[in-house]
């Protein structure tokens, strides 16, 4: 039996689930396991509206399960944005595409978009963006070559939820089930158990199954039919294999 504490979980149910009060945190690292290369909602969604709003660019996602490494490409949830260049004025495009995914939002929320989006992480010449790294910024992306730096495209690989078209950006609404809203509050403190063994040394991500069993708001944290805590990647390591 494991006890974390929380910087402030509430539960409640029937309250309205305003975006500009709940945002995703970061998405998780969930690299390419499988190899399913059709196209997933959210990143067709995301790939449209791009080439809508930037006009110039394309857009490229699904590649064949026997070429390359891991990439999210694999499975439907990555997508090449062409039309822009590191050496040339389009790079402005570039610029402008980034700045939208990491602008904060109304609230003060820090890379709304991407989080709203499910963003995973990006590449772009010759630099890697992870969400779940998103205070260490950019870092060095070792490669060589123009199309292997990303120099005349960006790479944009989503979470699950991101491609799933689940997130908040799509559905107005964080990722949690009608009637249940998770937020985490600053300056308020709390204690959870789990069933589970947690180890020292890693962030962990709070992620609630089933049922709210009763009450309102002021009720507190009921039972909920499962809960489980999820550990992200480990820290250290980018992520390998983009194209
Ligand atoms: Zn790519």
Aim: glycine residues 12%.
């Amino acid at each position: 039996m494991a006890v974390i504490t929380v910087a402030a979980l509430v539960l409640s149910a029937c309250l309205p689930n305003d975006p500009a009060e709940v945002i995703e945190p970061m998405a998780p690292y969930e690299p390419q396991a499988i190899c399913e290369p059709a196209p997933k909602p959210g990143t067709v969604a995301l790939a449209d509206l791009i080439r809508s709003r930037w006009p110039g660019t394309w857009t490229s996602i699904s590649r064949a399960c026997d070429v390359g490494g891991r990439s999210e490409h694999k499975d439907g949830r990555a997508i090449d944005v062409g039309g822009v260049s590191a050496f040339n004025s389009t790079r402005a495009r570039a610029d402008s595409i980034l700045r939208w995914l990491f602008a904060a939002d109304a609230d003060g929320h820090r890379f709304a978009n991407a989080r709203r989006l499910g963003v995973m992480y990006l590449v772009w010449d010759r630099q890697i963006w992870v969400a779940n790294e998103a205070d260490r910024g950019w870092q060095p992306y070792p490669c060589s070559g123009v199309t292997r730096c990303h120099q005349d495209h960006i790479h944009i690989s989503l979470s699950q939820a991101g491609a799933a078209k689940q997130t908040s950006y799509w559905t107005g609404r964080t990722g949690h089930p009608p009637g249940l809203t998770v937020a985490w509050l600053d300056g308020r403190a709390g204690t959870l158990t789990f069933p589970l063994t947690l180890q020292p040394g890693h962030r962990y991500r709070l992620t609630a199954h089933g049922a709210f069993i009763s009450g309102g708001a002021g009720a507190g944290v009921r039972p909920l039919a499962d809960a489980t805590a999820r550990r992200p990647r480990p820290t250290g390591g980018a992520p390998v294999g983009p194209g």
